[in-house]
Nanobody, 119 residues
């Protein structure tokens, strides 16, 4: 079982920046693929960014060039650095952890953190 706790959300003006953090419980964090998803009101949850246990990253088209995902295995934490924020980035941002298939794939979710981009 993995527990994920997001933090760092809040209200930011257009063009501003935020850094989201996701702290994970457990002793095998380094082998989990980690990611960030977001969900705006009335819309489906969508991938923001992900990072594998090997450090390979992937981004949603809207995030590429503005957002950066990183992980610190020593701190059991994954980050999402968001720059040049736009009002359409307003959403609840969720952290996820994927247990690798050789241990039996399972996806874990945090409770989310609200990001609001508004002047």
């Amino acid at each position: 079982q993995v527990q994920l706790v997001e933090s760092g959300g809040g209200l930011v003006q257009p063009g501003g920046s935020l850094r989201l953090s996701c702290a994970a419980s457990g002793s095998r964090f380094s082998i989990y693929a980690m990611g960030w998803y977001r969900q705006a009101p009335g819309k489906q949850r969508e991938l923001v960014a992900s990072v594998t246990s090997d450090g390979i990253t992937n981004y949603g088209d809207f995030a590429r060039g503005r957002f950066t995902i990183s992980r610190d295995n020593a701190k059991n934490t994954v980050y999402l650095h968001m720059n040049s924020l736009k009002p359409e980035d307003t959403a609840v941002y969720y952290c996820n952890a994927d247990r690798p298939p050789f241990l039996g794939f399972e996806r874990y979710w945090g409770r989310g953190t609200q990001v609001t981009v508004s002047s």
